[in-house]
């Protein structure tokens, strides 16, 4: 069974960082796309964060350009997925995901295009 599973999550005072990982097991994600949803609560899943397989094209939403950055590295047996979240806001707060898509081509910011997800972590941010 695919996983896709988020560590890295917790809760941080505004203006405070933290690093979100995903990692992999049973399939090797290297010629997906991957991306980051979130979720707050009572919310709709909004687009974060999107990158082509090669880690070289990228996509932000609006509201973290300049504070959140993305990073995959396909390495031999595994892929390093990576969001850096920087001056969180209380606006951050939810639960974000990490997902794969089979067409790598390029980032896309549509959920309907990953394939597969994960359970999430929660971040949380406190003014």
């Known amino acids: 069974q695919v996983e896709l599973v988020e560590s890295g999550g917790g809760s941080v005072q505004t203006g405070d960082s933290l690093r979100l990982s995903c990692a992999q097991s049973?399939?090797?994600?290297?010629?997906?796309?991957m991306g980051w949803f979130r979720q707050a609560l009572g919310k709709e899943r909004e687009f974060v964060a999107a990158t082509s397989w090669t880690g070289y094209t990228t996509a932000y939403a609006d509201s973290v350009k300049g504070r959140f950055t993305i990073s995959k590295i396909n390495a031999k047996n595994t892929v390093h997925l990576h969001l850096q979240m920087n001056n969180l806001k209380p606006d951050d707060t939810a639960v974000y995901f990490c997902?794969?898509?089979?067409?790598?081509?390029?980032?896309?910011?549509?959920?309907?295009?990953?394939?597969?997800w994960g359970q999430g972590t929660q971040v949380t941010v406190s003014s």
């Open positions: 049973e399939h090797l994600f290297s010629t997906y796309r």
């Open positions: 997902a794969a898509g089979r067409d790598g081509s390029y980032p896309s910011t549509l959920s309907r295009d990953y394939e597969y």
